[in-house]
């Protein structure tokens, strides 16, 4: 399996922006805070949790889903900071372009 690059700084800066314009850590909110992302870029686990403050991910996709966006799953391999090694999830909010779907690991 492919080990990720870390976020871009770009990326990085917008995923920050969308977490200031929704403030709060409810359920809902990070659900916000997760949609605006998703629509944008796919996002990881390790960065729905560095940068959107959602902490666990996974919960929240499941809430999305149940509002009935289409979100995949793809497995991928982060390397933190560190240098540790994470298998974590990457979520894609579908009707994206070829060009939204870089990172994607097919």
Same mark, same amino acid.
């Given at each position: 399996? #492919?080990?990720?690059? /870390? ?5 990085? &800066?917008?995923?920050?922006?969308i =977490?200031? !314009? ?5 359920? #809902?909110?990070?659900c /916000? ?5 998703? &629509?944008r870029?796919?996002?990881? =686990?390790? !960065? ?11 919960a929240?996709v ?7 966006h ?7 391999t ?12 990457l979520?894609?909010?579908q ?11 097919a």
């Open positions: 399996m #492919k080990k990720n690059k /870390a976020t871009s700084f770009g990326k990085k &800066a917008a995923l920050e922006t =977490t200031g !314009e929704f403030k709060g850590s409810s359920n #809902k909110t990070q /916000a805070r997760l949609l605006e992302a998703l &629509a870029y796919p996002i990881t =686990t390790f !960065e729905a949790m560095r940068y959107l403050d959602v902490y666990h991910c996974p929240r499941l809430d999305l889903r149940k509002l009935g289409d979100i995949t799953t793809h497995w991928q982060v390397e933190t900071e560190s240098g540790e090694s994470h298998r974590v999830g979520y894609v909010l009707g994206k372009t070829e060009n939204e779907m870089e990172g994607v690991a």
